[in-house]
């Protein structure tokens, strides 16, 4: 069966810090992986996307990195700011009809 | 720009009722979803449709019924509620159906609808 597996469930962290959020997956054959973003009471946006061939992509201060060999994926933050503060889905394309399997999410909360 | 437009933003109904979420979309996608959001359980796929006039059933379609006379709408109705259909739901688009011809599968989402049924 396919799923996506997020750790940590939840994180607080202070402001200015680091850290890193993990995805595993069994999803097979494998397309691609998608981590979004989801604001307090908004809907999710895209942050970025990690192709088979893809090992490591920026965007500002996220960092994803894809190891295609172990199934996982880890989204990096650096420096972080109040608005981090979100909930971060990891989405993977694949299996027989190319359908998308969801994680359930990590919760971020970033504190002065 | 628009993008996905959702109504109402909040609802609460009573058990029993009919409901219709209503979900308008102005990028000309050709593919439209409906999710519901619970906590611990994540997004879960409702119905979709990859093209105008064609609708499929997602992992949780029971009590949901959907219909795409054109390109730029996509209703959710519950005929009759129950509190467990109590929600955040989220519509969404994308260019091209998820398991054809999109090839990034990226997905353009509303802002919500939190229905409550009592």
């Known amino acids: 069966k396919n799923q996506v597996e997020q750790s940590p469930q939840s994180l607080i962290i202070l402001e200015g810090k680091n850290c890193t959020l993990q995805c595993n997956y069994t999803v097979s054959p494998f397309s691609n992986l998608r981590w979004y973003k989801q604001d307090t009471g908004r809907g999710p946006v895209s942050l970025t996307i990690m192709t088979f061939s893809e090992n490591t992509k920026s965007n500002g201060r996220y960092t994803a990195t894809l190891d295609a060999d172990t199934k996982q994926s880890s989204l990096h933050i650096t420096a972080s700011q109040l608005s981090d503060s979100a909930s971060y889905i990891c989405v993977v394309r694949g299996g027989s009809n190319y359908k998308l399997t969801f994680g359930k999410g990590t919760l971020l909360t970033v504190n002065p | 720009i628009a993008g996905i437009t959702q109504a109402p933003t909040s ?108």
């Open chain 2, 11 to 118: 609802q609460i109904l009573a058990a029993g009722r009919r409901m219709t979420l209503r979900c308008t979309q102005d990028m000309r996608h050709n593919a439209m979803y409906w999710y519901r959001q619970d906590l611990g359980l994540g997004l879960r796929l409702i119905h979709y449709s990859n093209t105008a006039g064609t609708t499929g059933k997602g992992e949780v379609p029971d009590g949901y019924s959907v219909s795409r006379a054109n390109t730029d709408d996509f209703p959710l109705t519950l005929a009759s509620a129950v509190p467990s259909q109590t929600s955040v739901y989220f519509c969404a688009s994308s260019p091209a159906g998820i398991a054809g011809g999109s090839a990034t599968g990226e997905l353009f989402f509303g802002e919500g609808s939190r229905l409550t049924v009592l």
